[in-house]
């Protein structure tokens, strides 16, 4: 059964430095998904991409975070100078949106850890 | 913007009863009600969804109701194994509006 993957499984950073998470979405899907967990916490929408668009995003992503889709097959998050608040698991998740109806399969996520 | 509660946010049953998780939406046009499984440090798993067009499902020990009226859903387990253990999160999403409103979450523990 097709799965999302996601590399790294953990990355650990010094704040401000920039981080790349990678996410390959189920390859027939067109709609793709950030969240984040903080530790013990309930899952954060961050953003929705479609159509080599975002077409949505929450208040958490501001302008230190960006979404790419650099090729047929990765879709990526940038945060540009990380926090020690952005310490979380980072799951990507995608979708293929038929039906109007959005069930949503999640990666296996990245544990960022901003020292 | 939507907002899910969810309760209770830790529930202990004994091996072989059942368990039920509530979960209540605040935007009634909500219209999709996934419920994802989460075991330690792994991702969120989509273990059974409803629809607003539907009342009801079941899948085997797994059931969800939804009271649109109410603005409330439920997931039901039955018969439950140790391997049920585990973080279930509820989530609501607005027709067109595509990300998901995940609830606080519930730490089931089955006791053996």
């Known amino acids: 059964e097709p799965e999302v993957t996601q590399t790294p499984s953990h990355q650990v950073t010094q704040m401000g430095q920039e981080v790349i998470l990678r996410c390959v979405p189920i390859s027939n899907h067109l709609y793709f998904y950030w969240y984040r967990q903080i530790l013990g916490q309930k899952v954060e929408f961050l953003v929705s991409?479609?159509?080599?668009?975002?077409?949505?995003k929450s208040e958490i992503f501001d302008d230190q975070f960006s979404v790419e889709r650099p090729d047929g097959s990765n879709f990526t998050l940038k945060i540009r100078s990380t926090k020690l608040e952005d310490s979380a698991m980072y799951f990507c998740?995608?979708?293929?949106?038929?039906?109007?109806?959005?069930?949503?399969?999640f990666g296996p996520g990245t544990r960022l850890t901003v020292l | 913007g939507e907002n899910v509660e969810q309760h209770p946010s830790t529930l202990s049953v004994q091996e072989g009863d059942s368990a039920v998780i509530k979960c209540t939406y605040s935007?009634?046009?909500?219209?999709?009600f996934p419920w994802y499984k989460q075991e330690l440090g792994k991702r969120p798993q989509l273990i059974i969804d409803?629809?607003?067009?539907?009342g009801e499902k079941k899948d085997q020990r797994i059931a969800v109701t939804l009271n649109k009226t109410a603005k409330h859903f439920s997931l039901h387990i039955t018969e439950t194994q140790p391997e049920d253990s585990a973080v279930y999160f509820c989530?609501?999403?607005?027709?067109?509006?595509?990300?998901?409103?995940f609830g606080t979450g519930t730490r089931l523990t089955i006791i053996p």
């Open positions: 989530a609501a999403e607005f027709f067109g509006n595509e990300k998901l409103t």
């Open positions: 998740a995608s979708s293929d949106g038929q039906g109007g109806y959005n069930e949503q399969f």
């Open positions: 991409f479609y159509n080599n668009e975002i077409s949505e």
């Open positions: 935007d009634s046009a909500s219209n999709y």
């Open positions: 409803i629809r607003s067009n539907v």
